[in-house]
């Protein structure tokens, strides 16, 4: 198994940014899909953006696709997920998932063995 350990969440405005860690520890970091989730308050955790081991492919959930960008730095067994012009719909708990290998579905969080304690966004109006 991984340990995952998820950073960055904190309060920003509309149209800001931030940027999330996920620092893992454990197995082989470069030989896991990564994924990042989401859940708000009364709701389902939802897909957000997922990355290939190489770093070569990655998802996006079409609500957040050309606003957040997910990458990887292997050497340093982290993965990130840079979010940019937030929006009060975008607040939730933002959780960092791993998985041994490429979920069928990877948009789904069945897919993934591993998940981080979550690190809570909020934006405000």
């Known amino acids: 198994q991984v340990q995952l350990v998820e950073s960055g969440g904190g309060l920003v405005q509309a149209g800001g940014s931030l940027r999330l860690s996920c620092a893992a520890s454990?197995?082989?970091?470069?030989?896991?899909?990564m994924g990042w989730f989401r859940q708000a308050p009364g709701k389902e955790r939802d897909f957000v953006a997922a990355i290939r081991w190489s770093g070569s492919w990655t998802y996006y959930a079409d609500s957040i696709k050309g606003r957040f960008a997910i990458s990887r730095d292997n050497a340093k067994n982290t993965v990130f997920l840079q979010m940019n012009s937030l929006k009060p719909e975008d607040t939730a708990v933002y959780y960092c998932a791993a998985a041994s290998s490429e979920p069928a579905h990877y948009y789904s969080s069945r897919g993934y063995e591993n998940w981080g304690q979550g690190t809570q966004v909020t934006v405000s109006s």
């Open positions: 454990g197995r082989t970091f470069s030989n896991y899909f």
